[in-house]
């Protein structure tokens, strides 16, 4: 149809923002700053069935990702070190005795949302700030029209029940999207007895006895933290290992070590098909591929990966996906239609990670209306956390990647595993969690072109070596600093 044809306002922006996650804050507040007309397209929460859908303003990070995890992970860190095999507390003299360990789950979990929601709520405010135009709605492309010979997308928005579900056509000559993803659930006979990691975050009571399913990292994260946190915890993998992409096998190695000696009880080779619930108990059962079953779990948490969203918003066919559904983009941003263009989780770039989404925002607002014509991210030499039990940091290429890129006979390496002084009063090595650390380097030089570290507060000095990497330092340089 031709809008032209139809009555009432068609609202006129610049560029139409959609996604209001890390990725599509970041670029609308840059291009506003600059003195864009933008509006920026949330679809908010709401809840279907009992399960979340939509993260909310400020994106899956913000709400459901990584600083509500981040705070769960610091509340299992306390008492890890108080009481935990590897807890120090003991060895530097303090008495600590068990009801002081009790968890008031309730509490934590109402101070934790608060925080969430005043950051969350804070997104629209420096939105409003900027002067950009917040829509709380779902979007969907209508058509590419011209006007004044100038060809423009048409984007129709259903807004939220709370924003009077009307539905509203706007128009520009640019959009941006920045939709992220969404978690995958398998299709097993059972599966709504699960949660996901969303659902976590929802859990008004501290599981006594909970099943982990999956071998990533987010996986492996909801293991440690709820361990640490004390319900009994069981991980649940297909594999050998967990970890299994992506990671250098030295740091896989150590951590299924420490995991093994101080983490959840551990299930390789394990491929979950079915779930039952005891209707009398309330309990569940898991049952594997093979026959086996696992019983008495009160909560089991499916964290099996993540898909992109960029195919619910009825693309045009021109829209170029890969065959997993992400969007195509090239070193720009740019898509494979005129003046679209796509950041962050749900595109094909393979960092789904949130400073990587906000950069990219911010370079592309700067390429498009701040005057800088080849401003973009680089995507390579990305630092990333894992926040395991203990931690992982990693930066640049693992060794078989090395290997690969300059040939076997130009790599080599440096490794080595360490307790750390933390637990320097420990009764014994069983009650410590080693440091590993791992140098990748290449040619003659000894470039540094990846580092590896596993261990107590390896998240947070992974930044600086992040640095000195992108910046080419070489094993000189680190054993002269």
């Given at each position: 149809?031709?809008?032209?044809?139809?009555?009432?306002?068609?609202?006129?922006?610049?560029?139409?923002?959609?996604?209001?996650?890390?990725?599509?804050?970041?670029?609308?507040?840059?291009?506003?700053?600059?003195?864009?007309?933008?509006?920026?397209?949330?679809?908010?929460?709401?809840?279907?069935?009992?399960?979340?859908?939509?993260?909310?303003?400020?994106?899956?990070?913000?709400?459901?990702?990584?600083?509500?995890?981040?705070?769960?992970?610091?509340?299992?860190?306390?008492?890890?070190?108080?009481?935990?095999?590897?807890?120090?507390?003991?060895?530097?003299?303090?008495?600590?005795?068990?009801?002081?360990?009790?968890?008031?789950?309730?509490?934590?979990?109402?101070?934790?949302?608060?925080?969430?929601?005043?950051?969350?709520?804070?997104?629209?405010?420096?939105?409003?700030?900027?002067?950009?135009?917040?829509?709380?709605?779902?979007?969907?492309?209508?058509?590419?029209?011209?006007?004044?010979?100038?060809?423009?997308?048409?984007?129709?928005?259903?807004?939220?029940?709370?924003?009077?579900?009307?539905?509203?056509?706007?128009?520009?000559?640019?959009?941006?999207?920045?939709?992220?993803?969404?978690?995958?659930?398998?299709?097993?006979?059972?599966?709504?007895?699960?949660?996901?990691?969303?659902?976590?975050?929802?859990?008004?009571?501290?599981?006594?006895?909970?099943?982990?399913?999956?071998?990533?990292?987010?996986?492996?994260?909801?293991?440690?933290?709820?361990?640490?946190?004390?319900?009994?915890?069981?991980?649940?993998?297909?594999?050998?290992?967990?970890?299994?992409?992506?990671?250098?096998?030295?740091?896989?190695?150590?951590?299924?070590?420490?995991?093994?000696?101080h983490g959840p009880e551990l299930h390789p080779l394990s491929t979950p098909n079915a779930i039952?619930?005891?209707?009398?108990?309330?309990?569940?059962?898991?049952?594997?591929?093979?026959?086996?079953?696992?019983?008495?779990?009160?909560?089991?948490?499916?964290?099996?990966?993540?898909?992109?969203?960029?195919?619910?918003?009825?693309?045009?066919?021109?829209?170029?996906?890969?065959?997993?559904?992400?969007?195509?983009?090239?070193?720009?941003?740019?898509?494979?239609?005129?003046?679209?263009?796509?950041?962050?989780?749900?595109?094909?770039?393979?960092?789904?990670?949130?400073?990587?989404?906000?950069?990219?925002?911010?370079?592309?607002?700067?390429?498009?209306?701040?005057?800088?014509?080849?401003?973009?991210?680089?995507?390579?030499?990305?630092?990333?956390?894992?926040?395991?039990?203990?931690?992982?940091?990693?930066?640049?290429?693992?060794?078989?990647?090395?290997?690969?890129?300059?040939?076997?006979?130009?790599?080599?390496?440096?490794?080595?595993?360490?307790?750390?002084?933390?637990?320097?009063?420990n009764e014994n090595d069983t009650n410590k969690v080693k440091t590993g650390l791992k140098l990748?380097?290449?040619?003659?030089?000894?470039?540094?072109?990846?580092?590896?570290?596993?261990?107590?507060?390896?998240?947070?000095?992974?930044?600086?070596?992040?640095?000195?990497?992108?910046?080419?330092?070489?094993?000189?340089?680190?054993?002269?600093?």
């Amino acid at each position: 149809f031709d809008i032209r044809e139809m009555s009432g306002e068609v609202k006129k922006y610049d560029v139409i923002v959609i996604g209001g996650g890390s990725g599509g804050s970041a670029f609308s507040r840059r291009a506003a700053g600059y003195g864009a007309k933008v509006a920026i397209i949330d679809r908010g929460v709401k809840y279907i069935n009992g399960i979340r859908n939509g993260a909310g303003p400020g994106g899956t990070c913000v709400n459901v990702g990584c600083v509500p995890k981040k705070v769960m992970f610091m509340a299992a860190g306390v008492r890890e070190m108080l009481s935990d095999s590897v807890g120090v507390a003991r060895g530097y003299g303090y008495e600590i005795k068990a009801k002081d360990l009790n968890l008031d789950w309730s509490l934590l979990k109402s101070r934790r949302d608060a925080y969430v929601d005043r950051l969350s709520k804070g997104y629209v405010k420096n939105w409003n700030k900027a002067g950009v135009d917040v829509i709380m709605g779902t979007a969907k492309f209508v058509s590419c029209q011209s006007f004044d010979s100038t060809q423009e997308y048409v984007i129709e928005v259903t807004k939220s029940p709370e924003d009077g579900g009307t539905v509203d056509l706007l128009r520009a000559n640019r959009v941006v999207i920045a939709v992220g993803g969404k978690i995958t659930m398998p299709n097993w006979p059972g599966i709504e007895y699960a949660i996901s990691s969303d659902g976590f975050f929802d859990m008004e009571f501290q599981p006594r006895k909970v099943a982990v399913i999956g071998a990533g990292y987010i996986a492996v994260e909801m293991a440690g933290i709820l361990h640490a946190l004390g319900s009994e915890t069981h991980l649940f993998f297909r594999g050998d290992t967990v970890l299994r992409r992506g990671f250098d096998p030295f740091v896989v190695e150590q951590l299924m070590q420490a995991m093994k000696a101080h983490g959840p009880e551990l299930h390789p080779l394990s491929t979950p098909n079915a779930i039952i619930k005891d209707e009398q108990t309330g309990t569940k059962t898991l049952v594997l591929e093979n026959g086996s079953k696992f019983t008495d779990f009160d909560c089991i948490l499916v964290a099996i990966g993540r898909e992109p969203l960029g195919p619910e918003l009825q693309v045009p066919s021109a829209l170029k996906l890969d065959p997993k559904g992400y969007i195509v983009v090239d070193d720009y941003e740019n898509t494979s239609l005129p003046n679209v263009y796509a950041i962050g989780d749900a595109t094909t770039t393979g960092f789904e990670l949130t400073p990587v989404a906000i950069a990219a925002g911010r370079r592309l607002a700067d390429r498009l209306y701040g005057g800088e014509p080849r401003a973009r991210i680089e995507y390579f030499d990305i630092a990333t956390v894992v926040f395991s039990h203990p931690p992982i940091g990693t930066v640049g290429l693992t060794e078989p990647e090395a290997c690969l890129a300059y040939g076997r006979d130009n790599v080599t390496t440096k490794q080595s595993a360490f307790n750390s002084m933390i637990y320097a009063l420990n009764e014994n090595d069983t009650n410590k969690v080693k440091t590993g650390l791992k140098l990748v380097l290449a040619g003659p030089e000894e470039k540094v072109v990846g580092l590896h570290c596993i261990g107590p507060f390896s998240d947070e000095m992974l930044q600086g070596f992040a640095v000195s990497i992108r910046m080419g330092a070489t094993r000189r340089d680190f054993e002269a600093s």
